[in-house]
């Protein structure tokens, strides 16, 4: 499903809680059908972006958007990441698509959206 219209939410990595809900409601209120998103750590600001990808022709959805903190891990062990990555997903119903993140203390972070019933 393609898209091009995107939506940018900025602020403090420990303001996550505070995002999600903005992402959450702005979907809700614009009734769009979301497709993608993306994080970006900014590490002299320790502030995220998140993207927003959406349609505003596709079928609207809600959305649950939430983190995992993996912890500090390999970056080398490819296949112990794509294991933790699996048992997150498999916490979740509906998940449309993840993005991660690594903070500037190595904390290997993945956000998920996933759409609601």
Do not use: P, W
């Amino acid at each position: 499903m393609s898209h091009s219209q995107f939506k940018v939410f900025k602020g403090k990595l420990e303001s996550f809680q505070d995002l999600k809900k903005q992402i959450e409601s702005f979907v809700d209120a614009e009734r769009v059908s979301a497709r993608s998103i993306g994080i970006e750590f900014i590490e002299h600001s320790k502030e995220i972006f998140i993207s927003l990808g959406y349609s505003k022709d596709g079928t609207y959805m809600s959305v649950n958007i939430d983190s995992a903190n993996l912890g500090k891990v390999d970056l080398n062990d490819t296949a112990k990441i794509e294991s933790l990555m699996a048992a997150e997903a498999e916490k979740r119903n509906g998940v449309i698509c993840h993005e991660l993140c690594i903070t500037d203390t190595n904390e290997f972070m993945m956000i998920f959206m996933s759409a609601t019933k």
